[in-house]
């Protein structure tokens, strides 16, 4: 493939993608810092009665809506001074999923996500995703109706945590800290972005890649997957942001859009072993302890992959 044309085919689209993650970033930013997440939040706190949690454990959801460490970090200390028992405390980890997706349709997916994929696979990847949260936070609400009683959660004690967005930041403090954060994402997204997009370009453009990965037709023939979302899945598993902009320019035409949506939800599936090393073990056994940490990964986990695995079945039926 010529330079030129491969130029000409990746520059307009990279400006395109980054002109509107730039706008999405700045938003969404600008979204936080005025409190934005907390009016979602709100809805967290009708949930605690059915299921059976003390009021105050609303309130820890609202600051995983805003900061899962926040939010964690409260549901510890209602745990350590005897509000929530284990189990209480594992429901209430469970019902907090969905609330902590939340943040990232702010921080991420709208902003990052949706510009790279374009809206309709974009916005059937969200809901996916937003309905496997969801599905979860509701499981969890059923299971402290059926399995919570009052053994399970004392009254409340004064287990004090500041709230995020709290601070005594101005209004032109806010927009620029939103700002900032918005420079700073376009720095690390934006060349990742061109280099992959190039690559992705050349190698699908050069070559047949369903030749290379015929090895694992059998596998993607069973769950209803082309044989080139070996690739994609492999891609979207390392990292979510280049695994889309791998996809993206191959939707139409490789993929149909729910088999492209599907082809990402395995990816985060596979995704689990590796994001569960890096980041979810140092987090929970950090706020938990190793043994508790352990059964909060453990139902995290097993959750995820059970209703991914049903959202993946909806999309290939």
């Given at each position: 493939m010529q330079l030129a044309a491969l130029l000409g085919d990746v520059l307009p689209r990279v400006a395109a993608v980054s002109l509107a993650i730039a706008v999405g970033l700045t938003l969404a930013n600008l979204a936080v810092a005025f409190g934005a997440v907390e009016y979602v939040a709100r809805f967290a706190k009708p949930l605690t009665g059915p299921a059976n949690l003390p009021d105050e454990v609303g309130?820890?959801?609202?600051?995983?809506?805003?900061?899962?460490t926040a939010g964690y970090g409260m549901l510890k200390e209602y745990r350590d001074a005897g509000v929530l028992d284990d189990r209480a405390t594992l429901i209430a980890v469970t019902i907090n999923t969905f609330f902590g997706f939340v943040q990232h349709i702010f921080t991420f997916y709208a902003p990052v996500l949706i510009p790279i994929l374009g809206l309709e696979v974009g916005l059937t990847y969200v809901g996916a995703r937003a309905g496997v949260s969801l599905a979860i936070t509701l499981v969890g609400v059923l299971a402290g109706a059926l399995f919570l009683t009052e053994r399970n959660v004392a009254?409340?004690?004064?287990?004090?945590?500041?709230?995020?967005?709290?601070?005594?930041?101005?209004?032109?403090?806010?927009?620029?800290?939103?700002?900032?954060?918005?420079?700073?994402?376009?720095?690390?997204?934006?060349?990742?972005?061109?280099?992959?997009?190039?690559?992705?370009?050349?190698?699908?453009?050069?070559?047949?890649?369903?030749?290379?990965?015929?090895?694992?037709?059998?596998?993607?023939?069973?769950?209803?997957?082309?044989?080139?979302?070996?690739?994609?899945?492999?891609?979207?598993?390392?990292?979510?942001?280049?695994?889309?902009?791998?996809?993206?320019?191959?939707?139409?035409?490789?993929?149909?859009?729910?088999?492209?949506?599907?082809?990402?939800?395995?990816?985060?599936?596979?995704?689990?072993?590796?994001?569960?090393?890096?980041?979810?073990?140092p987090f929970q056994y950090g706020i938990w302890g190793a043994r508790f940490g352990s059964k909060v990964i453990a139902v995290n986990v097993a959750a995820k992959v059970v209703f991914i695995a049903v959202a993946i079945a909806v999309l290939l039926a």
């Open positions: 309130t820890a959801i609202l600051a995983t809506t805003a900061s899962p009254p409340a004690t004064d287990a004090d945590v500041d709230l995020p967005g709290d601070g005594d930041q101005t209004r032109g403090e806010a927009v620029r800290d939103a700002l900032a954060k918005t420079r700073g994402k376009l720095f690390s997204i934006v060349p990742r972005l061109a280099i992959v997009y190039t690559a992705v370009v050349y190698l699908t453009t050069a070559y047949d890649v369903t030749e290379y990965t015929s090895a694992a037709a059998p596998l993607t023939e069973l769950i209803g997957l082309p044989s080139a979302s070996v690739p994609a899945i492999a891609t979207f598993a390392v990292d979510t942001t280049t695994g889309a902009i791998f996809i993206a320019p191959q939707v139409p035409g490789t993929f149909t859009a729910r088999e492209a949506v599907a082809t990402m939800l395995v990816g985060g599936v596979v995704s689990f072993a590796v994001s569960t090393f890096k980041r979810s073990i």
